[in-house]
Antibody, heavy 114, light 111 residues
Framework: EVQLLESGGGLVQPGGSLRLSCAAS????????MIWVRQAPGKGLEWVSGISGSAGTTYYADSVKGRFTISRDNSKNTLFLQMSSLRAEDTAIYYCAKRSGDFWGQGTLVTVSS | DVVMTQTPLSSPVTLGQPASISCMSSQSLVHSDGNTYLSWLQQRPGQPPRLLIY???NRFSGVPDRFSGSGAGTDFTLKISRVEAEDVGVYYCMQTTQFPYTFGQGTKLEI
């Protein structure tokens, strides 16, 4: 059974940093590209970042480019999102998912507020 | 970036009756490999998104056959043949043909 479990969310002040993790199981993690998608309270889905299976290629939405860094540790079946210079508009539930969108985690809430 | 436009944004439906959601993309979603990476997701209240349909018309594992997808190029449709109470939620189209991936605004299905 495929499982994706996000962690690392919480309350952070504007300008602060946070590192999200996504532990994957039930599939050959290193074979698949992965993505992060976020959803602000009461809003729709917004793609944030993506990474290839080998971690050789990364992609970012313009809204987070230069502030967020996606990475993965294939030896530990874990996906990461390092977020810095956080803004109030980054407040959202952050989901990790397989690149094709076929499996999603439950999400972790990030709140940026003073 | 590819802009995805869904209509309607809200759809009151009657149990047992059909429902249809349209999604139009600002550019062709045909990939260089010949596939069209247009998916439909369902998000029930308080839940993460769930894949219903991939590559326009392929039902994902465990998805009831009352859900169907169709379309080509830039024009796509999700149909529910007979709406059930568990279908309440927000439906999104999503393109994964090119980065940045983009979503439609979402269509709220209400009984």
């Amino acid at each position: 059974e495929v499982q994706l479990l996000e962690s690392g969310g919480g309350l952070v002040q504007p300008g602060g940093s946070l590192r999200l993790s996504c532990a994957a199981s039930g599939f050959s993690f290193s074979t698949y590209g992965m993505i992060w998608v976020r959803q602000a309270p009461g809003k729709g889905l917004e793609w944030v970042s993506g990474i290839s299976g080998s971690a050789g290629t990364t992609y970012y939405a313009d809204s987070v480019k230069g502030r967020f860094t996606i990475s993965r540790d294939n030896s530990k079946n874990t996906l990461f999102l390092q977020m810095s210079s956080l803004r109030a508009e980054d407040t959202a539930i952050y989901y990790c998912a397989k690149r094709s969108g076929d499996f999603w985690g439950q999400g972790t809430l990030v709140t940026v507020s003073s | 970036d590819v802009v995805m436009t869904q209509t309607p944004l809200s759809s009151p439906v009657t149990l047992g009756q059909p429902a249809s959601i349209s999604c139009m993309s600002s550019q062709s979603l045909v990939h260089s490999d010949g596939n069209t990476y247009l998916s439909w997701l369902q998000q029930r209240p308080g839940q993460p998104p769930r894949l219903l349909i991939y590559k326009i018309s392929n039902r994902f594992s465990g998805v009831p056959d009352r859900f169907s997808g169709s379309g080509a190029g830039t024009d796509f449709t999700l149909k529910i043949s007979r709406v059930e109470a568990e279908d309440v939620g927000v439906y999104y189209c999503m393109q994964t043909t090119q980065f940045p991936y983009t979503f439609g605004q979402g269509t709220k299905l209400e009984i």
